[in-house]
C-alpha cells in the first residue's frame, strides 16, 4: 500500500555523499545497492518493493523526496506547492564551475527544481502538508529556495492550523550562496514560529544524514522529532569532531540512536513503521477539543 | 584596472544577463569572455581587500566582547550558568547600564593569551553557552531590558560532549527565542562571525557589522577544503563568497556598517567603543517607541525575507 506509484528513476546518491562526508567514504559497499552494513546486493525493483530497507540486516538506504512522500503520503493525494521556485546566483558564485551550471547540472540528474519539494498531501486520511528533502540534490544543502518552499509550507499550514510533516535530509547549509544560506536558518525557524504560534504543528523526522544548517534550524524545533534508524543528526559531521578533538568517537556518534538516548528525539522509527506513526501523531494532534 | 573599467564592464553584463537564457542552456560566448574578465578585475583588487578584513576579524589584538563591554557599559554584572549542566565562557551574559538604561549584553569572547583561550574555547561555544543566552534573553524579556548581543565566533564549537548535548537544538532554539521576544534587540559583528553559532545570538531588529567584520555561512578555510580540496585557497573561497560587511549590506542581511578608526578597531580600541556605543545608542533609540507586538512582526517578517529567489 506504501509503494503503489511508480518509483523514480534511479540516481547515484552515494557519490554526493561520499564527497559531504568522506570520514565514511571506508570502502563498505561502493555501488548505491549495496548495503554498506552486510554488503548484500539488490535490484532496484527489489529495494523500492522493502521501502530501501536492506532485507538481511535493516539498513536504511537513503530515499529520494519523490519517493519518500509515494511511502508516506495516500496515493494520487500529493500536489506539489511552489514547483517554479529556483535559485538565484546573487554571488555569482564560481568555484571549479559556476553555481549555476552545478544547479542545472543537479535539475537534470534529479529532476527536481530543487533540494526540497514541498505540497498537500494526506496521511490515512489526515490532510497535512509535507516537505521532503532530497540529499541527491547538491547534497540536500539548504538554500534560497528550501528556505522558502519550507517557509511557504509552514504559512499555509498556518492559516489553516494544520501539519506540516518534514523529512529532513541535508548536508547542511548552501555555500554557494554564501551568506544568504545561513539566513535560511533564521528564516526557517521564524516559520516554524508563526507556525506553532497559530496553533500549527511541526512533525519533524530526520532521515540520514540531517547535519549543520538544518540540523540547526526548524528539524530541530518539531513538536515532535523522530528519526530513522542509523541516521546521522548531528551539527558537526563527525570527520570535523575527530579532527578538532583527536579523540576517538563513540561507535554510535551523532546517530539517530545516541540522539534518542540523549534525549534529543523522541522515538527512532523504522521505516516500516514511518507512515503508521505519523498517521497516530496526525490523529493526536487533531484531536484537541 | 579602474573603477571605471569595472563599472563599464558590470553595464555590459547587466544588459546581457537581461537577455532571457533558458534555465541550463549554455550562456552566450560574449557573456562568459565578458564574466571572465570581471572575474580578473575583481582578482586583482576586491580580492586582496576582502581577505585583509578577513585578517582583521581575526586580528589577536582585536577587542572582544568584554573589551567593549568594560568601555561602554556601567554597573556590569555578569550572569554565569545555563541553571542546567555548566556555565560555558565562550560566551559572556550579564547586565549593565548603557546611556542610563538597563541594557542586558551577550557575546562570543575569545581569548587574549593561551591560557584565556583555552578556558573561553576560542569564543566557539557549546550548548550550555546558547542556553545561557537563551535564559538572559528570557530574563531582559520579562524585565523589558533591551539586549544587544556582540557576536565574535569562528562557529559553534564541534565536540563530542557538544552533539551529545544537542548543539544543534540548542541554536534552533536560541533564534527561536530571539524571534519571540518583545524588547528591541540590536546583534553588532564585531569580528568573526562564523555559522550557525554566531547566527544563534544575530536575530535581531538590527543586526550590524564593524567595518572590517566578517559574516560566513562557512569558515573561508572549511569552504576551500571542501569546494577546492585544498584549505589553501582560503583567499579564493573568502573571495567567492563575499563575507565583507559592503557585500552583507548589499545582499541586505544586514541593517548598517558601523565605523572603526583608521586601521582597524584594534588600533584604538576606546575610539572602536565610541563608535560603537554611537550607532548602539542609535539604533536602541529608533527601536525604543515600538510595541513589543510590532517589534516581534517586524523582525520576523525581515528574516522571513531573506534569500534570493527565481522562478521558472
Redesign the interface.
Known sequence: MLWMSTPPGHIDVSIEHKRADPARSDGRGDHPNTCPTCGSHYRDEELADTLRVCPQCGHHFPVRAPERIAQLADPGTFDEEDAELRSADPLEFFDLKPYVERLAEAELRTDLGDAILTGRAAIDGHACRIAAMDFSFMGGSMGSVVGERFARACERSADEGGVVVSVAASGGARMQEGILALMQLPKTVAAVGDLQDAGGTLLSVLAHPTTGGVTASFASLGDVILAEPGALTSFAGPRVVAQTTREKLPDDFGLAESNYRFGHVDAVVVRSELRSTLARLLRLFGGAR | MSNDAELGLRDRLAQLSGVKLL??TR?STELQRL?RQL?RLRDDTSDEEIWRRVELARHEKRPYTLDYVERLLDDWFELHGDRGRMDDRAIVAGLGSLDGRTVAVIGHQKGRDLKERAIRNFGMANPEGYRKAIRTMQLADRHGFPIVTLVDTPG?????A????????A???S??C???LGVPTVAVVIGEGG??GA??IA?ADRVLMQENAI????SPEG?AA???RDAAKAKK?AS????DAA??LE?R?IDGIVPEPAGGAHADPDAAAALLRESLIAHLDDLASLAPDELRRSR?AK??S???????
Not at chain 2, 559553534?156 to 563530542?160: E, N, S, T, V
Not at chain 2, 559574516?215 to 562557512?218: A, C, E, L, N, R
Not at chain 2, 531573506?306 to 521558472?312: C, D
Request: hydrophobic share 50%; aromatic share 6%.
Open positions: 534555465r541550463g550562456l564574466e572575474e559553534a564549537h564541534p565536540g563530542i557538544a552533539e551529545q548535548h544537542g548543539q544543534g537544538g541554536i534552533a532554539r533564534q527561536a530571539m524571534l519571540r555559522s550557525g547566527v544563534a536575530v559574516y560566513t555561512v562557512i569552504c571542501i569546494l577546492w573561497a567567492a563568497f563575499k563575507p557585500h552583507c545582499l542581511v520576523r528574516f522571513r531573506m534569500g534570493v529567489l527565481a522562478h521558472v
